[in-house]
């Protein structure tokens, strides 16, 4: 992954001289401050970060937090008053008019908290708009524009108004809007709040299939950790203008920069960010098919443990074998494959906890964490369940019960 | 008791050696609007002279009926029939031809200002005055400047009646203008458009319904014209009053009288009926 986007040191100041205001900025004087002594507002506070091609990144913060100021300035809709946002290499905030027109049409696409869209026009004429703007032929247009009601769900509704459609169905116009002009970044403000909860789950379900499909790189605004961090590839979040922490929605979990990042993510449900692999352990002992029970019951000594995972050669899981079973087989000279057991639970790497707490009920043996080539990479036993779930530092080196 | 002091400004003086000044300077310019005027006045009459009575009292029924209901619409085609009674027909189409000519010129003048005041606020805080002074200076005043560029006739009647008639469409273009919700006009620029296809594509047709709204207005206003107008030698309903008035005839006042009340009646509704249309999809205000 490379950088697409690389914001340096951008602030935003409102107000009758907002230029003044930057060596103040560049001192290191507060907002407070500045508001007092210039009455100028600070909207964006020195901001860097960088967005990687193909990612989800996930502006989050409270109302007034300046996320909103922040995420207007990777259009221009507000011009930075200093510092530099590099697109591709380029600084967009140099850009003259027909450069920055140009980005707008084909690289920049933006989808609005109210949906913003042109209550004058049909769906389809909606959906239509930014290749109007182009200047696309009329067929060609509407076929592209066709193609992306459908992504969104909304085939037969084209000759409608948006007054007649709801919520969720107006952002969805939004979505197919923006993607019409198959940009490279995808601009979200609140693009879900002001739908009801269940409408913003499926959005959100939705987004994450059109992003799987599609991959763009979206810059996504909301106040919602829990949706930030089920959105977000990277989080960053904002408070009062700057840019307090950046990084994956785990990271920030496990360590928040700061006594406000830890309040603030204090009421996340753990449950629905943490994956397997966070919270898997990797095991100390591995019997391979092929080394027999008296392996199998030397491993477990030696480890201090009851059960133990098999594998075959090429590390897939085949069962698991108990210390009981063990001693039994080796008395009864029985072989390791008579005394396996196969009612384990295999689990993907990347299946959330959420998903996890169930099948740790159900199953009387640790659950086995496979990554995508179904190797075996680690197990989860019911109390790395439990513990994942409190915000105090996982213990990675527990022992191995069952 | 204290006397005002014996002080004289000669402002009056001044707009008169002003308005003689244009009227020699701008010969050719106000000779041109009379032509355009006078030719668009007389086509429009010619028009619906030529047009058979009953023809237009069906179109009028038939209007009704598309932007109200079938009552109003045969309710306003009886209104026309009637003032047809009482022998006003060619008055009531000279009355119509005038306010149509009004109106057009109102709307050409009108919506670019307002559009211009929508986004200058330089140009913006100069025209206020200039608006509210045009509603409320007393109409009798500037038919004496209409006189002097334009004769007695039609054409000055239209000269007053664009000064009284101006200001709601141009205030409510700028007021629709600026009142376009601000996520849409963002969204346009997100999508790069330039500023004539914002205006063109977005904020013309988003503010539409509420310049249909100061249409409806300024075409009552020139309505309420028609009599002052008559003063300045405009034919029509008007000057059906008026010499009513002179003759102090009763009969022939209240008949020119409800004949006014009546074409009112039928233009607000239409009007108000069009804007209605506009405002079924179109506007960020709900």
């Not at chain 2, 009926?65 to 009552?71: E, G, I, L, Q």
Request: proline share 3%; hydrophobic share 45%; net charge negative.
């Amino acid at each position: 992954m490379t950088a697409q986007i690389r914001v340096e040191n951008v602030s935003k100041i409102f107000g009758p001289k907002p230029k003044s205001v930057i060596p103040m900025i560049k001192e290191g004087m507060s907002k407070e401050g500045i508001l007092n002594k210039t009455n100028h507002t600070v909207g964006v506070y020195n901001a860097s970060f960088e967005v990687e091609k193909g990612e989800v990144f996930v502006i989050m913060g409270l109302s007034g937090s300046g996320k909103s100021t922040l995420i207007r300035c990777f259009n221009l809709l507000n011009k930075p008053t200093d510092g530099s946002i590099y697109l591709d290499g380029e600084d967009i905030v140099a850009f003259n008019k027909n450069e920055l027109k140009k980005i707008r049409q084909e690289k920049i696409a933006m989808v609005f908290q109210h949906f913003g869209l042109f209550s004058h026009r049909t769906i389809l004429a909606n959906v239509e708009y930014g290749l109007e703007i182009r200047n696309v032929s009329k067929e060609e247009r509407r076929e592209i524009a066709m193609n992306n009601i459908e992504t969104v769900g909304l085939k037969g509704y084209e000759d409608k108004y948006p007054d007649e459609l709801s919520g969720g169905m107006q952002q969805r116009v939004g979505l197919a809007r923006a993607l019409a002009n198959d940009p490279d970044i995808l601009l979200m403000d609140e693009p879900f709040s002001a739908l009801d909860p269940l409408i913003r789950r499926e959005m959100q379900l939705e987004l994450l299939d059109i992003q799987e499909r599609l991959q763009k790189t979206i810059i996504f605004i909301t106040h919602d950790v829990n949706e930030a961090f089920k959105l977000g590839d990277r989080v960053a979040v904002m408070k009062n203008g700057q840019v307090e922490q950046v990084g994956t929605p785990e990271e920030i979990i496990t360590s928040p920069a700061n006594h406000y990042i830890s309040d603030f993510i204090k009421d996340i449900d753990r449950s629905k960010v943490f994956q397997a692999e966070h919270i898997m352990t990797r095991p100390n002992a591995l019997v391979s098919l092929k080394d027999g029970l008296n392996v199998a019951v030397k491993e477990m000594k030696e480890n201090g443990i009851s059960s133990v995972f098999v594998v075959n050669r090429s590390r897939q899981v085949e069962g698991i074998v108990t210390i009981d079973d063990a001693i039994q087989g080796i008395k009864e000279k029985q072989r390791l494959s008579d005394v396996l057991r196969h009612d384990i639970t295999v689990v993907n790497q990347e299946e959330y906890i959420n998903d996890l707490i169930p099948k740790a009920l159900e199953s009387q043996f640790p659950l086995a964490v496979v990554n995508g080539e179904n190797k075996l990479i680690g197990f989860i036993l019911r109390v790395h369940v439990l513990s994942g779930l409190v915000s105090e530092e996982i213990n990675k080196s527990e022992a191995y019960y069952v | 008791m204290g006397n005002f002091p014996d002080i004289r400004t000669q402002i009056g003086d001044y707009v008169d050696q002003f308005v003689s000044f244009l009227d020699t300077s701008l010969e050719g310019f106000f000779d041109f609007i009379f032509f355009i005027s006078s030719r668009t006045i007389n086509g429009i009459a010619d028009f619906l002279m030529w047009m058979p009575w009953w023809l237009f009292i069906i179109l009028i029924v038939l209007m009704g009926w598309y932007f109200k209901s079938v009552v109003s619409g045969v309710l306003y085609g009886l209104f026309i029939f009637l003032i047809g009674t009482f022998g006003l027909w060619e008055d009531m189409m000279t009355t119509i031809s005038i306010i149509i000519t009004a109106v057009i010129i109102c709307l050409i003048i009108g919506i670019p200002l307002g559009v211009w005041m929508a986004f200058s606020k330089g140009f913006s805080t100069v025209m206020r005055p200039l608006l509210d002074a045009m509603q409320t200076m007393p109409s009798f005043v500037y038919l004496i400047p209409a006189i002097f560029f334009f004769g007695l006739g039609n054409v000055s009647a239209i000269f007053a009646t664009l000064i009284y008639a101006l200001p709601p469409v141009i205030r409510l273009t700028e007021l629709a203008i600026r009142g376009v919700d601000k996520e849409v006009i963002e969204s346009a620029q997100s999508f790069g458009s330039s500023n004539w296809q914002m205006l063109k594509k977005v904020q013309l047709p988003q503010a539409l319904p509420t310049i249909m709204a100061g249409v409806n207005q300024t075409t009552m206003m020139a309505l309420a014209m028609v009599v002052i107008a008559s003063m300045v030698g405009a034919s029509g309903l008007g000057e059906q009053v008026l010499v009513a008035i002179n003759r102090i005839d009763i009969a022939l006042g209240f008949e020119a009288g409800i004949s006014i009340v009546f074409l009112a009646i039928i233009i607000d509704r239409i009007t108000n009926g069009v804007a209605g249309k506009f405002q079924k999809h179109g506007g960020a205000t709900e």
